[in-house]
């Protein structure tokens, strides 16, 4: 028993928990940067979804990674922009155009798949060019240093700096401190000559274009394929992850760390023969012990604050 | 006579269904403080907020320092030395206040970061230059009201603000600390800068002001030197006749039996200084306990706890017989309590239901009014003609929806529904903040009523006047304590002040 074990946890879980993690981690960053203007971008499910699509069907076409990534960029950009507009300029409620979005998408890229590639259920081609791998000539010599830090697609290291990158601009810079103030109290913002729609509307576009690289991460880099549904709730798990940390990037990264590392003992728990229903049942009962938790903390924390007996 | 620096001309703005402002007018000088006055609705801070560019006038024209403009917007009006204190403050609870003060004008370092060093030392100089003492890196959740008075000032100081709109800055503060913002005030004018004070509290525009612009029903009344009036003329300006607001209080009979005793009472708030520390008091049969404190000192929650809206965590309630702490509010009602509620819109009225619907909102539990799970509608609408006719609500139909009425007459549906359950005990919370001075009359005159017929009232109320004109006993609340119980004979502005900010009586 031991033995199988040690077959689910060893270093390699590190590797595993990383990759897993990132895919959740772009949603979570698409959601932040909307949420810290008081929008809950629920969307982030489509947009992901058809980023990953347009990702492989123009790697596919144009044998080019970049390309592709520009493409599902503006597609994930486009996405983001009707839904501004329909949010902030026509007042729609941003749940239920996140929901329309996501409907859209799911339909969408299914009929795609029929009429511009052809298949249904899933797409591969040896044709896809993946993102590229970051290799480390000087690591090859050790196993474990290999497998820990070696050939890691360029995303999942962008996507730890994008972290940090955003937490320095929310805190430090001056574009932050006024996006937050749009966020926490609009009518100061507005009495400070800050133009609140404009704003939220240009935060808007950028999560379009994380939500993009979302997607083309998760059909170039994350796998080499397009497959129907294949976010499968990592969207919903991001902004899980996003009220986990209460908006702030680096907390709400760790909610992606702990969803990841579930998935990856998940997938190994299946060679241990344990049923795969429960299997699949992992990363759904992750995100509603994690949001459960967060809520817990933040009520406990609550009732803690406005007690008179202290 | 020097020449105006501020002129707005036959300004109209309409709000859905309102007419806020009907050919509004006004003019300011550099060095002068010009109040401005009216009744609460009379247009004096939407006037304002134009100028300030929140709000685009439909029609007029808006003259600073000789450039013309149809409207505005904040931006334009702060490149313009135009600064605005709101009534609500502008602040974000969850920033500090040097980033509250800095936004939208803060200093960088390369890279777009910001220069929170440069930021500090520019602020400090407002705060030496005028003696406005605040802490620049507390959060502003985490400072008192007096406080944050100040750092709106500041920061529209810091923006540039050659011309300071003050919007009733004194409704929530204590005479002492209004007396407080009086002495920079005149500090601000005599370094050239220029102040409009929007209040209705006459005393303070005598004491203060150069000029008086008078506004009533969203038009310009009168704009007159105050040395060339008196508080009984601008009065009659505001209202368009005289007033008295004195209801003769007439002393009722000695007071009863305890009915209601709140023991060594802990309430749990958002707010560090409204929690609920131990309070104690008895309500007795016949009397009227007028509750004086400064907003935010933990009267709501009193309210609250008592009306069963908010969790107690320590003490106990009675209410005639029974505790009544931690019930539901129904229970709480059925147990003998009746409530008028701080906030009408919230919690008072039902909008979206007619006059009648809301004034039966407790009678329709009981016959006449039902029968059964059926609504008796001839007895209802015969119980809303009552009400309506007693307590003078206009328009005087029943069914006419509780969207349209005015503050005064939503009010006057709130305490008729209340003060005709003729419970043991009704708590009356700031029963005429926002409502005009007609109604005011009319809510004093059947409070002093009730409590003539036996009802025990605790009235909360923000307006010291109001206090001592009603209560026969008055209790006084600091930072969620009661720090003094006198008799209405004894008690006057100053000692309540006092004992408002936390001093001790001589």
Redesign the interface.
């Known amino acids: 028993m031991f033995d199988d074990l040690s077959l689910v946890f060893n270093y390699t879980l590190f590797r595993a928990t990383l990759r897993a993690s990132t895919p959740i981690l772009y949603a979570t960053l698409t959601c932040i940067l909307t949420q810290q203007a008081d929008i809950l971008n629920v969307g982030v499910e489509g947009i992901m979804l058809c980023g990953a699509f347009t990702a492989v069907a123009v790697s596919y076409f144009s044998g080019s990674w970049l390309l592709a990534l520009l493409a599902a960029v503006a597609v994930g950009t486009v996405i983001a922009a009707v839904m501004a507009l329909a949010h902030l300029r026509y007042k729609a409620d941003i749940f239920v155009v996140g929901m329309a979005v996501n409907m859209l998408a799911l339909a969408l890229t299914r009929f795609l798949l029929q009429k511009v590639l052809g298949t249904s259920g899933s797409f591969y081609d040896r044709a896809i060019v993946p993102l590229p791998r970051i290799h480390l000539a000087l690591l090859d010599g050790n196993e474990v240093l290999r497998s820990l830090f070696n050939d890691y697609s360029l995303f999942e290291p962008l996507g730890i700096l994008l972290v940090f990158f955003l937490s320095w601009l929310l805190y430090?810079?001056?574009?932050g401190?006024?996006l937050?103030?749009v966020g926490?109290?609009p009518?100061?913002?507005?009495?400070?000559?800050?133009?609140v729609f404009r704003r939220k509307f240009e935060v808007m576009l950028y999560s379009g274009v994380v939500g993009g690289m979302a997607g083309a991460y998760l059909s170039l880099g994350y796998s080499r394929l397009f497959a129907e549904n294949m976010t499968n709730g990592r969207g919903f798990m991001g902004v899980a992850a996003m009220f986990f940390g209460g908006g702030d990037p680096i907390r709400s990264w760790i909610g992606c760390l702990i969803f990841g590392f579930t998935d990856s003992i998940g997938s190994r728990l299946q060679s241990l023969g344990l049923p795969p229903q429960f299997i699949l049942m992992i990363p759904y009962v992750a995100t509603i012990s994690i949001l459960a938790l967060a809520m817990g903390r933040k009520m406990a924390a609550q009732?803690r604050?406005?007690?008179?007996?202290k | 006579m020097s020449q105006p620096i501020v002129v707005m001309e036959a300004i109209v703005k309409d709000f859905p269904n309102v007419r806020a402002v009907d050919g509004g007018r006004f003019d300011l000088r550099a060095g002068e403080v010009h109040s401005l006055i009216g009744e609460n609705g009379a247009g004096k801070s939407t006037m304002m907020k134009t100028l300030?560019g929140?709000y685009a006038p439909e029609e007029g024209r808006i003259v600073v320092r000789g450039r013309s403009f149809e409207a505005l917007?904040?931006?334009g009006a702060?490149s313009l030395g135009i600064g605005?204190v709101?009534q609500e403050f502008?602040?974000?609870?969850?920033?500090t206040v040097l980033?509250?003060i800095?936004?939208?004008?803060?200093p960088?370092k390369s890279?777009?970061?910001?220069d929170f060093a440069e930021a500090e030392g520019r602020v400090r100089r407002f705060i030496d230059d005028y003696g406005l003492h605040i802490q620049l890196h507390k959060k502003v959740n985490a400072i008192s009201v007096g406080e944050a008075q100040r750092v709106e000032i500041i920061k529209a100081l810091y923006r540039g603000a050659e011309i300071l709109i003050l919007d009733e800055p004194t409704a929530v503060l204590t005479p002492q600390e209004a007396s407080r913002l009086f002495e920079i005030l005149k500090t601000l004018t005599a370094s050239g800068k220029s102040v409009v004070f929007i209040t209705h509290k006459l005393r303070e525009v005598m004491a203060l002001s150069d000029r008086v612009t008078v506004m009533r029903q969203g038009r310009h009344v009168a704009t007159v030197d105050v040395s060339a009036t008196s508080i009984p003329d601008l009065a009659r300006l505001m209202v368009g006749r005289d007033v008295f607001l004195g209801v003769s209080r007439a002393d009722g009979g000695a007071a009863g039996d305890v009915v209601l005793s709140v023991e060594d009472v802990?309430?749990?708030?958002?707010k560090e200084l409204s929690?609920?520390?131990g309070v104690s008091f008895e309500l007795r049969r016949g009397e009227i306990l007028g509750l004086a404190g400064i907003d935010g000192n933990g009267q709501s929650e009193l309210v609250e706890a008592i009306a069963g809206l908010r969790p107690v965590?320590?003490g106990r309630i009675r209410l005639g017989q029974g505790e009544i702490q931690n019930r539901s509010p129904l229970e709480v009602r059925a147990a003998g309590l009746a409530h008028i509620p701080e906030d009408r819109n919230a919690r008072g009225l039902n909008r979206a239901m007619s006059i009648e619907e809301n004034l039966a909102g407790m009678a329709f539990r009981r016959a006449p009014l039902s029968r059964g799970p059926l609504l008796v509608v001839g007895a209802l609408r015969r119980f809303a003609r009552r009400l309506i006719e007693t307590f003078d609500i206009r328009p005087a139909r029943p069914e006419a929806p509780a969207a349209h009425l005015s503050g005064g007459n939503a009010q006057k549906v709130v305490v008729a529904r209340e003060v005709d359950e003729e419970a043991q005990v009704l708590l009356a919370a700031q029963p005429t903040r926002g409502v005009d001075v007609g109604s005011i009359e009319n809510i004093r005159r059947e409070l002093v009523r009730a409590r003539d017929r036996g009802t025990a009232i605790l009235l909360v109320s923000a307006d010291l006047e109001e206090i001592l004109s009603l209560s026969d006993r008055i209790a006084v609340m600091y930072e969620?304590q009661i720090t003094g119980l006198l008799d209405a004979e004894g008690a006057d502005e100053e000692s309540l002040g006092l004992l408002m900010t936390g001093g001790a009586l001589p």
Do not use: C, Q
């Open positions: 430090r810079t001056v574009w401190l006024r937050r103030s926490l109290n009518l100061a913002a507005e009495t400070a000559g800050i133009p009732r604050a406005r007690s008179a007996l | 300030y929140l917007t904040p931006a702060i605005m709101h502008m602040l974000v609870r969850e920033l980033e509250n800095i936004l939208g004008f803060e960088r890279g777009g970061r910001i802990f309430v749990p708030s958002d929690k609920l520390r965590e320590g969620g």
